[in-house]
């Protein structure tokens, strides 16, 4: 199933730049959804991925810039003994202090925006896909605003937790928790230029993408020609 509208989350009022030559496509969806599955096949069929979550981990490594701030924002408590970041401990942080989530996004968002768009300017693919798990939930990072078009990847509830227990082992009340912090079905779809019910096996998720491939390679030339 394909769905194509204008999506209609607000993006942030930007400076003006040189005309993207590259077509970015926004991948996203709940846990569950199957939304690596789907990262996996556009890398098979080699389109250039930029992964948030990959990021997201690289800009606090061992003694980045980024980690450097949050230490002095918060402390040194944030640091583990060999000076990597200790991830559960300011896990727990957050989710008792929400102003300080708001502070560690403050902090973390732009250097992962500017690692994405180092990453885009060095991609050779025909387009590119941005894979997100919270691109419409958050903006993430800004980086809603550097795709041109919404991909959800979509799932019954029953199906995200049946697969994010087989995958993870994760109890279902830690799947729900992850959930909600989530955009509903409805809400995700309606920010969506296409939509790819995933609800078969594997070969029922690449039989919707494929089409989906070849419009976003006729879109990515029209945009090159249009910009040239």
């Not at 958050?138 to 509830?157: H, K, M």
Request: aromatic share 4%; glycine share 6%.
């Amino acid at each position: 199933m394909s769905k194509h509208h204008a999506s209609s989350y607000s993006h942030e009022p930007q400076q003006p730049q040189k005309p993207n030559k590259t077509l970015v496509v926004g991948l996203t969806g709940g846990i569950g959804s199957g939304k690596s599955a789907a990262s996996n096949w556009f890398a098979e069929q080699g389109i250039d991925i930029i992964d948030a979550d990959v990021i997201a981990h690289e800009v606090v490594a061992k003694g980045s810039a980024t980690l450097r701030k949050l230490q002095k924002r918060f402390g040194g408590w944030i640091l583990n003994d060999d000076g990597s970041m200790d991830r559960a401990a300011v896990r727990t942080h957050v989710f008792t202090h929400p102003e300080a989530l708001i502070e560690l996004e403050a902090i973390t968002h732009p250097a992962i925006r500017e690692a994405a768009k180092s990453q885009l300017a060095a991609s050779t693919s025909p387009y590119v896909v941005l894979s997100a798990p919270l691109l419409i939930e958050a903006s993430e990072a800004g980086l809603a605003n550097l795709c041109q078009r919404v991909l959800v990847i979509d799932a019954t509830e029953e199906t995200q937790l049946d697969r994010a227990s087989q995958r993870d082992e994760q109890s279902i009340r830690k799947i729900k928790a992850i959930m909600v912090n989530q955009l509903d079905r409805e809400t995700r779809n309606q920010h969506a230029d296409d939509v790819v019910l995933n609800d078969r096996d594997l070969m029922g998720l690449y039989e919707q993408l494929e089409p989906l491939h070849q419009n976003y390679l006729t879109l990515a030339q029209q945009i090159k020609y249009a910009v040239d």
